[in-house]
């Protein structure tokens, strides 16, 4: 990546949910910043407080929550001397990261912008860089980033030779932090030999802000944004805890939706994995496999060293509901809800005796049953569920979430309708709707349209639909 056109941009990480978010945003890469570790983690001033090993975990932490993105650990001082340093780099890179900062303060350093900079002698800093230079040409892909914070601890002249001495000893990349004008960075980015970063502190650094297209033309090929999702994090917390003292409870656009924040932290991939995995019920000799959109068709299992049809994120989500939810309940089955009834597929016009003997006989076979048979062209609406007849028993409450900017839908899972009460665990606009009396009039009407939903709910920009399926 270093060695591609154009200036990478990296705003800073301080666990697994900044960094998941970094990456879903499209940035270039991610930096674990010391600063927010510590604010983050411990509550703490960066004043040396946060050991190796917390920042270790932490980037272990941020490399499992994302994907592809590469991100860059802050190793401080390496923690002691130069066989520490050696230590640090490779245990950053056994936790994943792409790249670990090695600077020149004295123990206990601190944020390179705030009062009273030490720094160790020439020689203890090119030690540090050539430890951590050496173990990542020992086998380990790692890119050393070599920071100075001369600049404030002595002169810039320090700096610049410091960085031009950190280039010569192997680092890939050098910065002087805390630098203090245009001229002085430009001064920077003439030293040959490595790549140069720059780190935009925001809220009053002593570095000047400067637009990406300004840094590259400057010279610079990485630029860090420190402090960026700590510090609006900080004061959205503090405003959603001044209004919950006032007994204002925070809503959108102020925060995310419900839905929103499970798709933030990943539940629509872990729905999606833990159906991939998902173990048919204990005697069934069939798996049912449906579309995640609710307008697929089911597709018999092959038999041929497969363990069976993959189930959908919907299917999964039945079957957390199924075994969360309390055994039998009689509220349920007064409120004409058959939890245990046979399922049957959609458009059957044999009798409910022939139509049971029917679904055994599949199942002894080992086929199939399409719960999902979407209504054909003529008939009621589009993508709507037909009843099997007027006077059957819903078997399933569908769930569906409709993101309505996108046009997209973000949730579609079906519930067992013995268990009305997870409805609200999925969808909280549901709680405190009677959903036993709307059942209870929907199964009632022999007229009832199965396409048109028992409950919705619009908020902002989601849609929530409750339906029946028979």
């Known amino acids: 990546m270093l060695q591609q056109p154009g200036i990478l941009l990296g705003p800073c990480c301080h666990d697994g949910l900044s960094a998941r978010l970094i990456e879903q945003a499209g940035f270039d890469f991610a930096f674990m910043s010391g600063f927010c570790t510590a604010a983050a983690r411990l509550g703490v001033p960066d004043t040396g407080l946060i050991s190796y090993a917390e920042m270790a975990d932490t980037a272990r932490n941020c490399c499992e929550a994302t994907r592809h993105i590469p991100i860059i650990g802050d190793g401080d001082t390496g923690y002691g001397n130069a066989v520490n340093v050696k230590r640090t780099v490779v245990g950053y890179a056994a936790a994943g990261l792409a790249g670990v900062l090695i600077e020149d303060q004295q123990w206990p350093k601190s944020c390179g912008h705030v009062r009273n900079k030490r720094v160790v002698d ?8 050539r430890a951590a230079c050496d173990a990542r ?43 203090e004008s245009e001229g002085e960075m430009q001064a920077l980015c003439r030293v040959p030999g490595a790549h140069k970063m720059a780190s935009m502190l925001e809220g009053g650094g002593k570095t000047p802000i400067l637009e990406p297209t300004l840094l590259q033309a400057m010279g610079f090929k990485l630029c860090a944004y420190p402090l960026s999702l700590l510090g609006v994090s900080v004061r959205a917390m503090e405003g959603a805890l001044q209004g919950l003292k006032a007994g204002v409870v925070p809503a959108p656009p102020a925060m995310p939706t419900f839905p929103q924040l499970q798709a933030a932290v990943g539940f629509p991939e872990y729905f999606q994995e833990e159906a991939r995995y998902a173990v048919p019920p204990a005697g069934s000799s069939g798996t049912a496999s449906t579309s995640g959109t609710g307008h697929g068709s089911s597709d018999a299992t092959d038999g041929a060293g497969s363990s069976g049809v993959e189930a959908t994120s919907a299917a999964a989500a039945v079957s957390e509901a199924a075994a969360a939810a309390p055994p039998a309940a009689a509220p349920q089955e007064s409120a004409g809800i058959e939890p245990d009834a046979v399922l049957e597929p959609d458009g059957s016009s044999s009798s409910s005796s022939s139509s049971s003997s029917q679904d055994a006989a599949d199942a002894a076979a080992g086929s199939t049953i399409n719960l999902y048979q979407s209504q054909g062209e003529g008939e009621e609406g589009q993508g709507g569920y037909r009843a099997r007849n007027p006077s059957s028993s819903p078997q399933w409450l ?19 309708a013995g268990f009305l009460s997870s409805a609200a665990s999925l969808i909280p606009a549901s709680a405190g709707v009677d959903l ?17 939903p028992v409950y919705r709910f619009d908020s902002n920009n989601d849609k929530f639909e409750v339906f029946l399926e028979y």
């Open 122 to 129: 020439r020689a203890e800093a090119l030690a540090r860089i």
């Open 398 to 416: 569908r769930v569906r979430i409709t993101d309505t900017r996108a046009d997209k839908v973000t949730l579609d899972t079906r519930i067992p």
């Open 137 to 179: 040409d020992e086998g380990r892909d790692i890119v050393v980033v070599a920071r100075t914070d001369a600049r404030q601890a002595e002169s810039l002249e320090e700096a610049l030779y410091r960085a031009a001495a950190f280039a010569d000893a192997g680092a890939d990349v050098v910065f002087i932090d805390a630098l």
């Open 436 to 452: 036993e009396g709307l059942v209870r009039q929907a199964t009632g009407d022999a007229g009832w349209d199965s396409s048109k």
